[in-house]
């Protein structure tokens, strides 16, 4: 008996070098701690430095990896060309094909594949891109600063734990390392009446969530008697015997406990039935703060989410007895229902800050759109490209505001007029990080919006995509209202003279509006990066 | 029909069946998450909410322990009711950190009166 544990013992220990990005952001979270309670006040911005460079590092091995993974599963695979003149002949080719695998690491705690990696990328770089916002945030400074850049380093470790996890204890281990911290950092301004309000909401909702979310896993486990995801004998497998041998009043209580767990993650990314926290969180949170949750736990809930719902229904195969069509119909309702209460919401706003939440939940409900189309990889893969633009576009936009933020003290539109004419280049990226966020080209919001609609029509969704069409317009209005007091509205009061801003801001928005032209001109290779890690979840 | 039917197992199980079964212990976990989203629905006060919270998270280890044990599966389900005491501890920790925040600021913590976003 003992021999089988040391060979348990044996296997985690060897896994542990599998995942040396995450071992690399907990030690830039252990060494940050201790530098920061031995370091003097006013060295403590260092902290920050110190984290950043273990994130990049994670990042720089996380992209090995996955170059790693890509080239080992690449076979040779004949595949038939057929030439557009009739009169040509057939070629048969062999081409290099990538098969992806996924490795299940730690007895199926974690998922070893490309999919997490291309989440986990994600979510380094929002943190970086956070981290560099809050060292030069004004609201942030203080003899505590350190904490600040400590909170986004421990969220982002629960966020790469959530996009590879496949088994519900892993699940909820790291959601909650997520959203706990990010209380802490919702409330971080402690004589702040808003930010306190803001933590004490987000607590409470997010405990509320997660706790029927448990409820409903503890059911799960309890019919299927596995806490694994995939393989044989998991959840997705149990599941369709059971719904398949099941008497239709029984039918109703798997649905409540599939609606129990959805609850939790839908509440993650802010979609409808589950926004009412967004908007005061993200209103009093600082607003570095602000943008980080508009991205990255995000991010990683959107990744839990399409691992849960490809588990639970297998892209491009008919074995999932039925409730396929209900369960689509379910999420473009839900979908539906978000984008436009998000952007009706919006509209009326008089804060940049909580006009960015609102349009925050109307992103995330054109993400869902795209995974209500799962019949084959390209909805969930056009949703997996949008939320790289989102990340870009929406960051880029609240890096703008940390920067405007800073001089003017406050984020209504009435505080902020005629910015642009003392920082012109950040008034002027952040008109474009707007434009991208509407949708217009030649941006990568554009081809984002584009992809979804494109496979939404493939597919005759047509309700969907007029919906979305419809949603653009409406959110050009009020995002228009923003850059318009920025732009062209005239300044209230002569300025205040005070710091200049520094210049790692004008770097950082160059940056992504540069990404986010990038990301429109290449969409193709970016795209098929999306579906290609889809693959192993198949 | 069908739920008269069930009647007498339920009343057995209930009051004669002895107390070790399964449907006792979901039952009780039933009626502890019943009882935590009352309180978080109906209290106004972040405490009072706070204890629904835990209501809820301990009816949900309950469930656990009681589908490890009579389902006949390993200790899964047992391992995950004490991550859930731990993180409850952790959640209980910051949230209160946070109401101790609010007091400050607001002098209540009452949640009405700690409203001042609204639309």
Same mark, same amino acid.
């Given at each position: 008996?003992?021999?089988?544990?040391?060979?348990?013992?044996?296997?985690?220990?060897?896994?542990?070098?599998?995942?040396?990005?995450?071992?690399?952001?907990?030690?830039?979270?252990?060494?940050?701690?201790?530098?920061?309670?031995?370091?003097?006040?006013?060295?403590?911005?260092?902290?920050?430095?110190?984290?950043?460079?273990?994130?990049?590092?994670?990042?720089? #091995?996380?992209?090995?990896?996955?170059?790693?993974? +890509?080239?080992?599963?690449?076979?040779?695979?004949?595949?038939?060309?057929?030439?557009?003149?009739?009169?040509?002949?057939?070629?048969?080719?062999?081409?290099?094909?990538?098969?992806?695998?996924?490795?299940?690491?730690?007895?199926?705690?974690?998922?070893?594949?490309?999919?997490?990696?291309?989440?986990?990328?994600?979510?380094?770089?929002?943190?970086?891109?956070?981290?560099?916002?809050?060292?030069?945030? =004004?609201?942030?400074?203080?003899?505590?600063?350190?904490?600040?850049?400590?909170?986004?380093?421990?969220?982002?470790?629960?966020?790469?734990?959530?996009?590879?996890? $496949?088994?519900?204890?892993?699940?909820?281990?790291?959601?909650?390392?997520?959203?706990?911290?990010?209380?802490?950092?919702?409330?971080?301004?402690?004589?702040?009446?808003?930010?306190?309000?803001?933590?004490?909401?987000?607590?409470?909702?997010?405990?509320?969530?997660?706790?029927?979310?448990?409820?409903?896993?503890?059911?799960?486990?309890?019919?299927?008697?596995?806490?694994?995801?995939?393989?044989?004998?998991?959840?997705?497998?149990?599941?369709?015997?059971?719904?398949?041998?099941?008497?239709?009043?029984?039918?109703?209580?798997?649905?409540?406990?599939?609606?129990?767990?959805?609850?939790?993650?839908?509440?993650?990314?802010?979609?409808?039935?589950?926004?009412?926290?967004?908007?005061? #969180?993200?209103?009093?949170?600082?607003?570095?703060?602000?943008?980080?949750?508009?991205?990255?736990?995000?991010?990683?809930?959107?990744?839990?989410?399409?691992?849960?719902?490809?588990?639970?229904?297998?892209?491009?195969? $008919?074995?999932?007895?039925?409730?396929?069509?209900?369960?689509?119909?379910?999420? +473009?309702?839900?979908?539906?229902?978000?984008?436009?209460?998000?952007?009706?919401?919006?509209?009326?706003?008089?804060?940049?800050?909580?006009?960015?939440?609102?349009?925050?939940?109307?992103?995330?409900?054109?993400?869902?759109?795209?995974?209500?189309?799962?019949?084959?990889?390209?909805?969930?893969?056009?949703?997996?490209?949008?939320?790289?633009?989102?990340?870009?576009?929406?960051?880029?936009?609240?890096?703008?505001?940390?920067?405007?933020?800073?001089?003017?003290?406050?984020?209504?539109?009435?505080?902020? =007029?005629?910015?642009?004419?003392?920082?012109?280049?950040?008034?002027?990226?952040?008109?474009?990080?707007?434009?991208?966020?509407?949708?217009?080209?030649?941006?990568?919001?554009?081809?984002?919006?584009?992809?979804?609609?494109?496979?939404?029509?493939?597919?005759?969704?047509?309700?969907?995509?007029?919906?979305?069409?419809?949603?653009?317009?409406?959110?050009?209005?009020?995002?228009?209202?923003?850059?318009?007091?920025?732009?062209?509205?005239?300044?209230?009061?002569?300025?205040?003279?005070?710091?200049?801003?520094?210049?790692?801001?004008?770097?950082?928005?160059?940056?992504?509006?540069?990404?986010?032209?990038?990301?429109?001109?290449?969409?193709?290779?970016?795209?098929?990066?999306?579906?290609?890690?889809?693959?192993?979840?198949? | 029909?069908?739920?008269?039917?069930?009647?007498?197992?339920?009343?057995?199980?209930?009051?004669?069946?002895?107390?070790?079964?399964?449907?006792?212990?979901?039952?009780?976990?039933?009626?502890?998450?019943?009882?935590?989203?009352?309180?978080?629905?109906?209290?106004?006060?972040?405490?009072?909410?706070?204890?629904?919270?835990?209501?809820?998270?301990?009816?949900?280890?309950?469930?656990?322990?009681?589908?490890?044990?009579?389902?006949?599966?390993?200790?899964?389900?047992?391992?995950?009711?004490?991550?859930?005491?731990?993180?409850?501890?952790?959640?209980?920790?910051?949230?209160?950190?946070?109401?101790?925040?609010?007091?400050?600021?607001?002098?209540?913590?009452?949640?009405?009166?700690?409203?001042?976003?609204?639309?």
């Amino acid at each position: 008996m003992l021999d089988g544990f040391y060979k348990l013992l044996d296997q985690n220990v060897r896994h542990l070098l599998l995942i040396v990005p995450e071992l690399l952001v907990m030690a830039g979270f252990l060494l940050g701690l201790i530098f920061d309670c031995i370091a003097p006040e006013e060295r403590r911005k260092s902290t920050a430095y110190i984290c950043l460079l273990f994130l990049v590092a994670a990042m720089w #091995v996380n992209v090995m990896d996955w170059n790693g993974i +890509a080239r080992e599963q690449t076979v040779l695979k004949m595949v038939k060309e057929v030439p557009k003149d009739p009169h040509r002949p057939i070629v048969y080719r062999s081409v290099p094909v990538q098969v992806m695998r996924s490795d299940a690491l730690f007895t199926g705690m974690i998922a070893r594949d490309t999919f997490a990696m291309y989440f986990k990328f994600v979510v380094l770089l929002g943190t970086a891109v956070s981290l560099l916002m809050a060292l030069n945030a =004004r609201e942030l400074a203080g003899p505590n600063r350190g904490e600040f850049y400590l909170l986004l380093t421990a969220t982002c470790l629960g966020a790469m734990f959530l996009s590879s996890a $496949t088994n519900l204890l892993m699940i909820y281990l790291s959601l909650e390392t997520l959203s706990i911290v990010s209380y802490a950092m919702a409330g971080y301004l402690r004589q702040d009446r808003k930010s306190a309000e803001a933590g004490i909401k987000y607590a409470i909702y997010g405990a509320m969530a997660s706790g029927i979310m448990i409820f409903g896993m503890s059911y799960l486990y309890g019919l299927t008697g596995s806490l694994d995801l995939t393989g044989p004998s998991g959840i997705a497998a149990k599941w369709f015997e059971l719904r398949h041998a099941a008497t239709p009043s029984m039918q109703g209580a798997y649905l409540a406990v599939l609606a129990m767990v959805f609850c939790g993650l839908l509440y993650k990314i802010a979609a409808a039935p589950f926004h009412y926290w967004s908007p005061d #969180v993200y209103e009093g949170a600082p607003t570095t703060a602000t943008g980080f949750f508009s991205v990255v736990p995000k991010a990683a809930g959107f990744a839990v989410l399409v691992r849960v719902l490809i588990d639970f229904f297998p892209l491009g195969s $008919t074995s999932h007895f039925g409730g396929l069509t209900r369960m689509e119909t379910t999420i +473009a309702a839900i979908a539906v229902l978000t984008m436009t209460v998000g952007n009706l919401a919006a509209l009326a706003q008089s804060n940049a800050k909580r006009m960015l939440a609102y349009s925050s939940i109307a992103h995330a409900g054109y993400m869902l759109a795209g995974l209500s189309a799962l019949d084959d990889g390209l909805g969930p893969a056009a949703t997996l490209y949008y939320l790289l633009v989102y990340l870009f576009m929406n960051l880029g936009a609240f890096l703008v505001l940390v920067a405007l933020e800073n001089f003017r003290g406050s984020c209504d539109l009435k505080d902020l =007029r005629g910015a642009v004419r003392r920082e012109p280049l950040l008034g002027v990226t952040l008109v474009i990080f707007l434009f991208s966020l509407t949708g217009l080209p030649p941006l990568a919001g554009f081809t984002g919006k584009y992809l979804i609609m494109v496979k939404l029509a493939e597919r005759g969704s047509w309700f969907l995509v007029l919906f979305i069409g419809l949603n653009s317009v409406i959110s050009l209005y009020y995002y228009m209202r923003l850059a318009k007091a920025i732009a062209i509205d005239p300044p209230e009061a002569a300025a205040t003279p005070s710091e200049p801003t520094p210049s790692v801001f004008n770097f950082l928005a160059a940056g992504q509006v540069a990404a986010l032209v990038l990301l429109f001109v290449y969409f193709e290779p970016v795209y098929n990066i999306c579906k290609g890690v889809l693959e192993p979840l198949k | 029909m069908d739920a008269f039917a069930n009647l007498p197992v339920l009343a057995d199980s209930l009051l004669g069946g002895g107390p070790d079964n399964l449907f006792n212990y979901l039952l009780l976990a039933g009626i502890l998450f019943a009882l935590g989203v009352f309180a978080m629905i109906s209290r106004r006060n972040a405490v009072g909410i706070l204890m629904g919270v835990e209501l809820i998270l301990n009816a949900s280890g309950i469930n656990f322990v009681a589908f490890s044990r009579f389902n006949g599966h390993h200790l899964e389900g047992q391992v995950f009711a004490l991550f859930i005491i731990v993180l409850a501890a952790a959640e209980a920790a910051v949230a209160l950190a946070l109401v101790l925040a609010v007091f400050q600021t607001h002098r209540s913590i009452e949640l009405d009166q700690v409203d001042e976003m609204k639309l």
